[in-house]
Every structure is written in C-alpha cells, then in structure tokens.
C-alpha cells in the first residue's frame, strides 16, 4: 500500500472545502439563502457567551490533570492557555495545534514540556471518549452501523481507548522505554521525553481521572445546550436527545483530518442525519454553519486574543531534561 508522503498529506485537509463547494451546489445556493433569512440571532449569540463557561469547565478539568503531575498553572494562564489551543487547533486538521497548550506550560511555569504533554493527552482522550460512546449509541439507534460484531469491536475500540492512560502507565512499558533499542537510537531529548511522559502518566491517580471524567460530563452538557441554542436559532426542531445522538456522531467524524474547522464534514453528516427527521437540505446546512459560527469562529476569536496576548512556539519549549538543541 503507497504511503503518503508530507505533501500530499498536507492536500488532504483541502478536501473538506472541496465537499462544502460541492455540497453549496448540490444544496443550492438560493435554498440555503432561504434557510439563513429566517436565522434568530439572539439565540447564537446566547450560545456564544455559552463559550465562556465551557472553556472555563474544560480549562479546570486540565488543571486537575495539571496538579496529578505536579504542575501549578494558575487558572487565568491556564484559561488563556487553553482559548489559545483552540485558536490553533481549529486552524489545523484534526485539531492537533491544540497540544501547543504543553508548550505554553513550559513557558509560563519553566516545567519542561514532557512534563505537561500526559495532561494534554489525556484531556483530548477524554473528549474523543465521550464522543465515542453517545455517537456509538447513536449509530445503533439509527442503525448506521453494520452488524452487532462491528459494533462490538467499535464499543472494544472505546474501551481500550478510555484505558489507554493506564496501559501506557504500567510498569513493564517503562522497563521496555529504557531497554529498548529503538528507543536508544533516539536523541537524548526525545529519549528523555518518553521516560518524563511516561513517569507523569503513572502518577494520575484513578481519582484524578474520574474528576476529569465528572467535569468532561459538565462541559458536554453546556455543549449540547449551546448546540440546541444553534438548533432553534435555524429553525430545526428535533428531540433533544436526537440532537445530542447526530452531533456526537457529527463531531466524531469532524477529528478526521481532511478538514479544517470540520468544513465539509459536518455539513456533509448533518444533511444526511437530519434527513431522517424531515429536515431539508438547506435548512441542516444552515444549522451546520451556525455550530461553526458559535464554536468555531466563537472559538477562533476568544483564542485568537489569548494567542496574540501571548504567543507561544513549540520550538521554544523546554522537552526533556535536556535542551533540545544539546544534540544535532
């Protein structure tokens, strides 16, 4: 199987503008413009506000990861780290520029990058676990998703996902990171930066990780609410638990990185999704750009202050125990 090589990698993340230009056409663009015309403002900007006490819950759940490692960010630098990171990741396809929020404890706290790179990891799986489990609930109710034995490898997928901290914290991998081989081939930076991830990963405690747990809830619950607010601001009426079932799978799918801002994949699965409960075409694109109006440019213009306040490159953060400019 040909492997992609950089540039072409890099032209994957076009495609989703390609499907939005696609999906306009398809649509039409004087549908669209019927559905946009009947659009209740006052509820976006509602759900924009909403913005603030999300990242507020998800910079605490951070912070919480931040303390098992022992690391103390305040919760302003904190906030401000992680708007930051949202700036960055909707800017990048599968929002990877969010663990820039590493490089922005290196620099505030003077702590070396690695040491903060297990809560940053930890705090993406979280979402993508929660997603995981209601948009594989939500395949299954809508039947999206083949026979029982390919769910029951998706639910096994998720389960292996929620334990991957605590498999990758056990004893035998640590022996296996400083016997290795491979590893040995490493530069000392990089070398040093797995022993320092994997050190901090064994030190979460299982009550750290249920409190993340408990605050990823909360901040999903203002999600879905902030969601419903874009819902009845385009005029699409559907039950709240449907709603809560097609943009778990919608934002699911929105990680693959063919996009950026999830432009073109998001439309493409609202249409599709919201078909079923006779909503029409334009109407569920018109929903879909209220969602990346309030969370994506909401997310953009909150981040984009914090990033220009403060900018922050990885190039300039402290890895591991040594520079990592110590060897060429």
Same mark, same amino acid.
């Given at each position: 199987?040909?492997?992609?090589?950089?540039?072409?990698?890099?032209?994957?993340?076009?495609?989703?503008?390609?499907?939005?230009?696609?999906?306009?056409?398809?649509?039409?663009?004087?549908?669209?413009?019927?559905?946009?015309?009947?659009?209740?403002?006052?509820?976006?900007?509602?759900?924009?506000?909403?913005?603030?006490?999300?990242?507020?819950?998800?910079?605490?759940?951070?912070?919480?990861?931040?303390?098992?490692?022992?690391?103390?960010?305040?919760?302003?630098?904190?906030?401000?780290?992680?708007?930051?990171?949202?700036?960055?990741?909707?800017?990048?396809?599968?929002?990877?520029?969010?663990?820039?929020?590493?490089?922005?404890?290196?620099?505030?706290?003077?702590?070396?990058?690695?040491?903060?790179?297990?809560?940053?990891?930890?705090?993406?799986?979280?979402?993508?676990?929660?997603?995981?489990?209601?948009?594989?609930?939500?395949?299954?109710?809508?039947?999206?998703?083949?026979?029982?034995?390919?769910?029951?490898?998706?639910?096994?997928?998720?389960?292996?996902?929620?334990?991957?901290?605590?498999?990758?914290?056990?004893?035998?991998?640590?022996?296996?990171?400083?016997?290795?081989?491979?590893?040995?081939?490493?530069?000392?930076?990089?070398?040093?930066?797995?022993?320092?991830?994997?050190?901090?990963?064994?030190?979460?405690?299982?009550? =750290?990780? @249920? %409190?993340?747990?408990? $605050?990823?809830? &909360?901040?999903?619950?203002?999600?879905?609410? /902030?969601? +419903?607010?874009? *819902?009845?601001?385009?005029?699409?009426?559907?039950?709240?638990?449907?709603?809560?079932?097609?943009?778990?799978?919608?934002?699911?799918?929105?990680?693959?990185?063919?996009?950026?801002?999830? =432009?073109? @994949? %998001?439309?493409?699965? $609202?249409?599709? &999704?919201?078909?079923?409960?006779?909503?029409? /075409?334009? +109407?569920?694109? *018109?929903?879909?750009?209220?969602?990346?109006?309030?969370?994506?440019?909401?997310?953009?213009?909150?981040?984009?202050?914090?990033?220009?306040?403060?900018?922050?490159?990885?190039?300039?953060?402290?890895?591991?125990?040594?520079?990592?400019?110590?060897?060429?």
């Amino acid at each position: 199987m040909p492997k992609l090589d950089g540039v072409t990698t890099n032209r994957l993340r076009y495609l989703g503008f390609l499907a939005f230009a696609f999906l306009i056409w398809y649509v039409g663009p004087r549908n669209l413009l019927q559905a946009l015309a009947g659009t209740r403002f006052s509820y976006l900007l509602a759900a924009l506000v909403l913005n603030l006490p999300l990242i507020a819950l998800k910079t605490w759940r951070w912070q919480v990861l931040l303390l098992g490692a022992g690391i103390h960010l305040p919760f302003a630098a904190a906030w401000r780290a992680y708007a930051a990171s949202i700036f960055v990741g909707c800017l990048t396809p599968g929002r990877l520029g969010e663990f820039i929020k590493a490089a922005y404890v290196s620099k505030s706290s003077g702590e070396v990058a690695a040491k903060a790179l297990p809560s940053v990891l930890i705090d993406r799986l979280y979402d993508l676990y929660f997603l995981l489990v209601i948009g594989l609930i939500g395949l299954f109710h809508y039947s999206l998703a083949g026979d029982q034995a390919s769910l029951l490898t998706l639910t096994l997928l998720a389960g292996v996902l929620f334990a991957l901290p605590v498999i990758i914290s056990t004893a035998r991998l640590g022996k296996w990171l400083r016997q290795s081989p491979a590893i040995a081939k490493l530069k000392t930076s990089w070398r040093e930066t797995l022993l320092e991830i994997h050190s901090q990963l064994a030190s979460l405690t299982y009550t =750290i990780l @249920v %409190r993340g747990f408990g $605050l990823t809830a &909360l901040a999903y619950l203002v999600f879905f609410f /902030q969601c +419903q607010l874009g *819902a009845w601001g385009t005029g699409v009426r559907i039950p709240f638990l449907d709603l809560v079932l097609v943009m778990s799978i919608t934002n699911l799918l929105t990680f693959l990185p063919v996009s950026i801002s999830g =432009i073109g @994949v %998001r439309d493409a699965s $609202l249409i599709v &999704l919201l078909a079923r409960f006779g909503i029409g /075409q334009g +109407q569920a694109v *018109a929903f879909s750009l209220a969602i990346l109006v309030i969370f994506y440019v909401g997310g953009i213009l909150l981040g984009g202050i914090c990033w220009v306040w403060e900018p922050v490159k990885l190039g300039t953060a402290r890895l591991g125990g040594a520079d990592s400019g110590d060897e060429k």
